[in-house]
């Protein structure tokens, strides 16, 4: 009975947590995507309710203090990112399982608030080097915002050890299949 189970995929940003959903939500039918709320502009062909659904800074505000929000943060300066309790709601009434794409701070916060009822996934770059290469290879970061991610990853890293499990996300396939084979354990399928 999956009723009520929750999967958090949390990493630095460039570590392959975009990549690995993507396989994920396709190898496991059952799974639906939370869609957070921010406060940033969409970018390209992103579009409102599909990534996120889009609010200005103000709304945003407004939300959380309408209580909208299960967490959010302030992921970077100035830009806000926030779980939605409808979105939790209108999933579980669908009887699916919800899996959430938050940060790492996001993540131990659902952890902590949905205990073992949430599988809870930090994915690990296989080191500092890497990631930056990736950050580079992907081409959507100016070097200054890489060195900020970067940073920022090696903070975030120290919180892995607060996650139910730990992948390095070094060969794609191998990360992915670790990640499957946890969550069929965790569904019990
Ligand atoms: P995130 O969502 O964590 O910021 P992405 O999924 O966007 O990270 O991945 C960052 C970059 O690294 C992308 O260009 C992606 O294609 C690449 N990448 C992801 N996983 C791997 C891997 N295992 N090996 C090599 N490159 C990878
Ligand atoms: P991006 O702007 O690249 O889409 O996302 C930036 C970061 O915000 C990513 O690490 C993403 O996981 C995180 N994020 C997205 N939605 C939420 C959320 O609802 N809560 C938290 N805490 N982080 C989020």
Redesign the pocket.
């Known amino acids: 009975m999956n009723q009520g189970k929750l999967i958090i995929l949390s ?11 993507r396989r994920i939500v396709e190898t496991f039918p059952q799974l639906e995507f939370s869609v957070s709320a921010t406060s940033r502009p969409p970018r390209g062909t992103e579009q409102n309710g599909v990534e996120y659904y889009f609010v200005t800074e103000r709304q945003f505000l407004d939300d959380v203090a309408a209580g909208k929000f299960i967490e959010w943060e302030e992921v970077y300066g100035g830009t806000h990112y926030g779980t939605l309790r409808s979105e939790v709601e209108r999933i579980w009434v669908s009887g699916r399982v919800i899996i959430f794409d938050v940060d790492v701070k996001g993540g131990v916060k659902l952890k902590s608030i949905f205990g073992r009822s949430a599988l809870s996934i930090f ?1 690990m770059p296989p080191s500092v080097a890497t990631l930056r290469e ?2 580079t ?2 081409g959507t970061d100016s070097p200054e915002a890489i060195e900020r991610r970067v940073a920022k990853a090696e903070q975030e890293m120290r919180y892995a050890p607060q996650f139910d499990l730990t992948v390095v ?4 396939d191998v ?1 992915v299949a670790c990640i499957e084979e946890a969550i069929r354990r965790f569904l019990e399928i």
């Open positions: 990493a630095p940003s460039g570590a392959g947590k975009t990549t690995v959903m994915i990736r950050l290879g992907r996300n070094d060969d794609l990360a």
